[in-house]
Nanobody, 122 residues
Framework: VQLQASGGGLVQRGGSLRLSCVAS????????MGWIRQAPGKEREFVAA????????YYADAVKGRFTISRDNAKNTVYLQMNSLKPGDTAVYYCGAKALGYVPPSGDYDYWGQGTLVTVSS
């Protein structure tokens, strides 16, 4: 499975962006998919994830109410809609895929995309 993340860019505080993660190589409709970010000088942190199967959704407290994760199985794609962006959201955003379908608490996804940079100016 190859993952290609895109959609990052420069946006002002309060703005919106939509990230996409397109999977190729095989269908990921039963995979758990997640977004993890890494800000400069900081460790990676969980942002949002959606399980395979019933599509249970999880969010980090820092993004609840502002970010929405969704998936389009027909397009083998997962999205992260980010609204009301803050400078603290500035990071490289990575998408990950877990074949067994459960969202890994430790973030140990089987496959990773290359990351897309989101910069939020104040």
């Amino acid at each position: 499975v190859q993952l290609q993340a895109s959609g990052g860019g420069l946006v002002q505080r309060g703005g919106s962006l939509r990230l996409s993660c397109v999977a190729s190589g095989r269908t990921v409709k039963n995979f758990a998919m997640g977004w993890i970010r890494q800000a400069p000088g900081k460790e990676r942190e969980f942002v949002a994830a959606i399980s395979g199967g019933n599509g249970t959704i999880y969010y980090a407290d820092a993004v609840k109410g502002r970010f929405t994760i969704s998936r389009d199985n027909a397009k083998n794609t997962v999205y992260l809609q980010m609204n009301s962006l803050k400078p603290g959201d500035t990071a490289v955003y990575y998408c990950g895929a877990k074949a067994l379908g459960y969202v890994p608490p430790s973030g140990d996804y089987d496959y990773w995309g290359q990351g897309t940079l989101v910069t939020v100016s104040s």
